[in-house]
């Protein structure tokens, strides 16, 4: 069984750019969760959805992180415009049910320059 | 809120054998549970160990078991007899149980993780 994925695993773009993230859960599972680290900080929470729903976004650092989960299989993370804090490893997560056990994906890492 | 601290940044034990990586957490909540999350380079982060913050008895998985102490907020974990494939960050993190909030808050609170090498 394919684990969650994450594409890409690097991304290096100028501040100011467009960067699409994506994210690719386990097969069946409804529950779907982004984080993110910043150098030498704690892995932050951004958001959980519900198949295509947004459950909790409450992480979600400004309007410029666009998250979406269109038909509740893959979703994408949009960070329009970069700036330079937004570099950082993105986690994608997901479960079966709420509360259950969540896989992760490796991570993908932003650089802003 | 809750916080989860880990004040080791990195650690270093030599091949088989054992060592302890702290975690502390604060939190109002009685029902709750704590996770040690591994990461090996450039690969998935995986659940190590699990505990249940209502069971007494410290959880065990092979050669990773932990010291919980609710009453201290202390989620320690130790890995006995340790092996070359054990080096990674070891995230520990916290998550509300269903019972709180109505069962709306799934997300997992993490500490900045420490780095475990090992030596041959």
């Known amino acids: 069984e394919a684990g969650v994925t994450q594409f890409p695993s690097h991304s290096v773009i100028e501040k100011g750019q467009t960067v699409t993230l994506r994210c690719d859960p386990i097969?069946?599972?409804?529950?779907l969760y982004w984080y993110r680290r910043v150098m030498g900080k704690e892995i932050k929470f951004l958001l959980h959805?519900?198949?295509?729903?947004?459950?909790?976004e409450s992480g979600m650092p400004n309007n410029r992180f666009l998250a979406e989960r269109t038909g509740g299989t893959y979703s994408t993370l949009k960070v329009q415009p970069a700036e330079l804090e937004d570099s950082g490893v993105y986690f994608c997560?997901?479960?079966?049910?709420?509360?259950?056990?969540?896989?992760f994906g490796q991570g993908t890492r932003l650089t802003v320059v | 809120a809750q916080t989860v601290t880990q004040s080791q940044p990195e650690m270093s034990v030599q091949e088989a054998e054992t060592v302890t990586l702290s975690c502390t957490y604060d939190?109002?909540?009685?029902?709750?549970?704590l996770f040690w999350y591994k990461q090996p380079p450039s690969r998935q982060m995986i659940l190590v160990i699990r505990?249940?913050?209502?069971?007494?008895q410290n959880a065990t998985e092979n050669r990773f078991s932990v010291n919980f102490q609710k009453a201290a907020k202390s989620f320690s974990l130790k890995i006995s007899d340790s092996q070359l494939g054990d080096a990674a960050m070891y995230f520990c993190?916290?998550?509300?149980?269903?019972?709180?909030?109505?069962?709306?808050?799934?997300?997992?609170?993490f500490g900045k993780g420490t780095l475990l090498t090992v030596n041959p």
């Open positions: 997560a997901s479960s079966v049910y709420r509360g259950t056990e969540a896989f």
């Open positions: 097969s069946g599972h409804d529950n």
């Open positions: 959805f519900v198949k295509e729903s947004k459950q909790d």
């Open positions: 939190t109002s909540e009685s029902d709750y549970y």
């Open positions: 505990q249940e913050a209502y069971k007494q």
């Open positions: 993190a916290y998550r509300s149980a269903p019972s709180n909030s109505g069962g709306s808050n799934y997300k997992l609170t």
